[in-house]
């Protein structure tokens, strides 16, 4: 963190404002996640009409998309400490790997999703499906943007010299990415584990 | 850090450190792989099952929080994020809570 360009009083406040906005946008987005859970609870009850979940899940395919998800947190977290090392380069590979991992969870997501559709759970056979539905393509769209926002960071630590403007957006790109881990791991809990039991 | 506190906008995010991120993601490991083998090899009853499983979803929510979004109240913005987190929680404690008690009380009722 030492070596950051000078810069004056009134535009420090701006950058702390905007992070701080970013963030209050993340807990309006854990309302959105909250409500959706509580729909899933509520259609999921024991004894809901339409076939039950447990039948077409497979856990250890839902722990490897869990893992992929938590390393490429942990390589998020390195480009960033790479960043402010002012290694651009290595950063930018880590958040290639970060990209990777999180490619990973999506495809992963995307196959579960085609195989239950074709094995008889699609979003229309009960409110319970629409609710799982619902719950997890909202998470898988919100790290599909993530993707894309890693790709446009990836770009911006070439482009731009400025490193306040670029440790800003960093910053803003870290909190969302690991809010998305945050939420899965009630995602796993919730829908999976506690589908299954 | 209270140097380079001048010089850096407070973002209030902590300061990064390989060791806290390490600690923080060998943790989260362990929290998901005790519950996923817990209902994997059922050993215990359903309903201790499901309150453990809830155990680690909030221990692995809470070292996120603390070892990754690095969380803290050190700065005046980090006091600000701390705040609006802690509201938020109140918020979704109301929403879900909230909805499973009445939707409870509907279907106990109408039965």
Same mark, same amino acid.
């Given at each position: 963190?030492?070596?950051? /360009? $000078?810069?004056?009083?009134?535009?420090?406040?701006?950058?702390?404002?905007? !992070?701080?906005?970013?963030?209050?946008?993340?807990?309006?987005?854990?309302?959105?996640?909250?409500?959706?859970?509580?729909?899933?609870?509520?259609?999921?009850?024991?004894?809901?009409?339409? $076939?039950?979940?447990?039948?077409? /899940?497979?856990?250890?395919?839902?722990?490897?998309?869990?893992?992929?998800?938590?390393?490429?947190?942990?390589?998020?977290?390195?480009?960033?400490?790479?960043?402010?090392?002012?290694?651009?380069?290595?950063?930018?590979?880590?958040?290639?790997?970060?990209?990777?991992?999180?490619?990973?969870? +999506?495809?992963?997501?995307?196959?579960? *999703?085609?195989?239950? +559709?074709?094995?008889?759970?699609?979003?229309?056979?009960s409110g319970a499906a629409?609710? *799982?539905?619902?719950? !997890?393509?909202?998470?898988?769209?919100? !790290?599909?943007?993530?993707?894309?926002?890693?790709?446009?960071?990836? +770009?911006?630590?070439?482009?731009?010299?400025?490193?306040?403007?670029?440790?800003?957006?960093? /910053?803003?790109?870290?909190?969302f990415w690991n809010f998305?881990?945050?939420?899965?791991?009630?995602?796993?809990?919730?829908?999976?584990?506690?589908?299954?039991? | 850090?209270?140097?380079?506190?001048?010089?850096?906008?407070?973002?209030?995010?902590?300061?990064?450190?390989?060791?806290?991120?390490?600690?923080?993601?060998?943790?989260?490991?362990?929290?998901?792989?005790i519950p996923f083998y817990?209902?994997?090899? $059922?050993?215990?009853?359903?309903?201790?099952?499901?309150?453990?499983?809830?155990?680690?979803?909030?221990?692995?929510?809470?070292?996120?929080?603390?070892?990754?979004?690095?969380?803290?109240?050190?700065? $005046?913005?980090?006091?600000?994020?701390?705040?609006?987190?802690?509201?938020?929680?109140?918020?979704?404690?109301? !929403?879900?809570?909230?909805?499973?008690?009445?939707?409870?009380?509907?279907?106990?009722?109408?039965?």
């Amino acid at each position: 963190m030492s070596h950051v /360009i $000078p810069h004056d009083e009134r535009h420090h406040d701006a950058n702390s404002t905007d !992070v701080f906005g970013f963030w209050l946008y993340i807990l309006t987005d854990c309302i959105l996640f909250g409500s959706l859970f509580a729909t899933f609870l509520v259609l999921n009850h024991p004894g809901a009409y339409g $076939p039950a979940l447990k039948d077409f /899940i497979s856990l250890p395919y839902v722990l490897i998309g869990t893992f992929l998800l938590l390393a490429s947190n942990f390589t998020f977290a390195l480009a960033l400490m790479a960043f402010y090392r002012r290694q651009k380069v290595l950063s930018q590979c880590f958040l290639l790997l970060t990209f990777g991992l999180g490619l990973g969870f +999506v495809v992963m997501e995307v196959n579960e *999703f085609y195989h239950l +559709v074709h094995e008889g759970y699609g979003w229309f056979v009960s409110g319970a499906a629409s609710a *799982f539905y619902g719950l !997890v393509a909202t998470h898988g769209l919100h !790290v599909s943007f993530g993707l894309l926002w890693i790709v446009i960071m990836m +770009v911006q630590l070439s482009l731009f010299k400025d490193d306040v403007i670029n440790e800003k957006r960093f /910053i803003m790109l870290g909190i969302f990415w690991n809010f998305l881990d945050i939420v899965w791991i009630f995602v796993f809990t919730t829908v999976y584990l506690q589908g299954a039991l | 850090m209270t140097a380079h506190h001048q010089q850096t906008p407070d973002y209030g995010t902590g300061e990064k450190k390989l060791s806290v991120y390490l600690f923080g993601t060998v943790l989260c490991i362990l929290l998901t792989l005790i519950p996923f083998y817990l209902v994997m090899k $059922p050993v215990l009853t359903r309903s201790s099952t499901l309150i453990l499983l809830y155990g680690f979803a909030i221990a692995q929510f809470f070292t996120q929080v603390l070892c990754f979004l690095r969380l803290n109240t050190k700065t $005046p913005q980090a006091k600000m994020n701390s705040m609006s987190f802690l509201f938020t929680l109140v918020i979704l404690f109301v !929403v879900i809570g909230g909805s499973l008690w009445i939707m409870w009380n509907l279907n106990y009722r109408m039965m």
